[in-house]
């Protein structure tokens, strides 16, 4: 089993960073992806990015491309998000989620943190 913490959220002007971690415990020996989602009040968990952790490969969701960067650190078992011209409509509850493969799709995850709130300010 996996536990999945997420850290790194905060409130920022418009235009600012912040970096969000994802810190992965437990065993997970296969092949497996970490993603990143992000729900604001009122509205469905929507998907942002997402990293494979064998070959690195990466996908980000139109709304960030260009401004979000993943990354991770193997020694740690942490992902990161580096979260650059931060806007508005950034802010929301970010959550860390582990699947065995890299995808979109939200049912695929198997493992959730508790969520991390993110909030930009104009």
């Known amino acids: 089993q996996v536990q999945v913490v997420e850290s790194g959220g905060g409130l920022v002007q418009a235009g600012g960073s912040l970096r969000l971690s994802c810190a992965a415990s437990g065993r997970t020996s296969r092949t497996y992806a970490v993603g990143w989602f992000r729900q604001a009040p009122g509205k469905e968990r929507e998907f942002v990015a997402t990293?494979?952790?064998?070959?690195?490969?990466?996908y980000y969701a139109d709304f960030v491309k260009g401004r979000f960067t993943l990354s991770r650190d193997n020694a740690k078992s942490t992902a990161y998000l580096q979260m650059n011209s931060l806007k508005p409509e950034d802010t929301a509850v970010y959550y860390c989620?582990?699947?065995?493969?890299?995808?979109?799709?939200?049912?695929?995850?198997?493992?959730w943190g508790q969520g991390t709130q993110v909030t930009v300010s104009s």
């Open positions: 990293i494979s952790w064998s070959g690195g490969m990466t």
């Open positions: 989620a582990v699947a065995g493969f890299a995808t979109i799709q939200v049912s695929r995850y198997d493992y």
